[in-house]
């Protein structure tokens, strides 16, 4: 049996499912994995496209790729924390479109923090995860 993950948003807190996010999770006991920031890194090219929306369309998919080397889907992320370069919010559309279009209807506790730059000049995003790994059998 998969242990369940409940999402929390108190009342008393601003309503954060508005930005597609929890305020928290509540997680029952079972195993957790935790994964490294994932960045627009690809196996078949070293190729880093200059989009902010590319590039986290590639992270999302990379994201993917760790979810399912433990066997998980989307429903079962417990946070996300999102590093982005250069952070406004006039830039929302370029990271939100294609993380909600990978997170679909699961809304995990997320953070978003604004780096002036991560560890390669050409990458303007990083998302580490952690997830609940479901049981197996």
Avoid at 91 to 117: H, I, N, Q
Wanted: charge should be negative; include cysteine; charged fraction near 20%.
């Amino acid at each position: 049996m998969t242990s369940s993950l409940v999402r929390l948003n108190p009342p008393t807190l601003w309503d954060a499912t508005r930005n597609h996010h929890s305020q928290g999770t509540l997680i029952e006991t079972g195993r957790l994995a935790v994964f490294s920031g994932q960045i627009a890194a690809q196996t078949h090219t070293d190729h880093i496209p200059a989009s902010l929306r590319e590039q986290t369309g590639i992270v999302c998919r990379n994201l993917m790729h760790c979810l399912d080397s433990v066997g998980a889907s989307p429903g079962d992320i417990v946070s996300l924390r999102a590093y982005i370069v250069d952070w406004t919010p006039d830039k929302a559309a370029e990271v939100f479109e294609p993380l909600v279009a990978f997170l679909g209807d699961t809304m995990p506790a997320m953070t978003g923090v604004g780096v002036s730059a991560l560890f390669s000049p050409e990458l303007r995003i990083e998302i580490e995860m952690t997830v609940r790994v479901p049981d197996q059998g």
